[in-house]
């Protein structure tokens, strides 16, 4: 990651913002990538599983939970069963499509 610093002394105040919000993009794209994914299951009313990927699972224990999820909604008990992480999406994805193969 490169990061931009102004030299000049006079610099206006637009090309400051301007190297400022490069740099807020750079370091937005930096976490983004740190970002943890997770492959996980569901137990759901004791007879299926759901497999899926996330990257908080909280809020996604919490999405389905609350019946805002299209494939779940219809369970009444979901138990989170197994949860894997992963540095990225891809490996996530793959991990997800192994076991629903």
Do not use: P
């Not at 301007?18 to 492959?39: C, G, P």
């Not at 019946?67 to 069963?81: R, W």
Request: positive net charge; aromatic residues 12%; proline residues 0%.
């Amino acid at each position: 990651m490169v990061l931009r610093l102004s030299t000049t002394r006079s610099t206006s105040a637009s090309s400051v913002q301007a190297v400022q919000a490069a740099n807020a993009v750079e370091l937005q794209a930096i976490f983004v990538s740190m970002k943890n994914w997770y492959t996980y299951l569901l137990f759901c009313d004791q007879k299926t599983f759901y497999v899926g990927i996330t990257d908080n699972m909280e809020k996604r224990l919490s999405f389905h939970k609350n019946k805002e999820s299209f494939f779940t909604k219809k369970f009444s008990d979901l138990d989170l069963v197994h949860c894997e992480k992963y540095a990225d999406k891809y490996k996530a994805a793959i991990r997800e499509k192994q076991i629903k193969g």
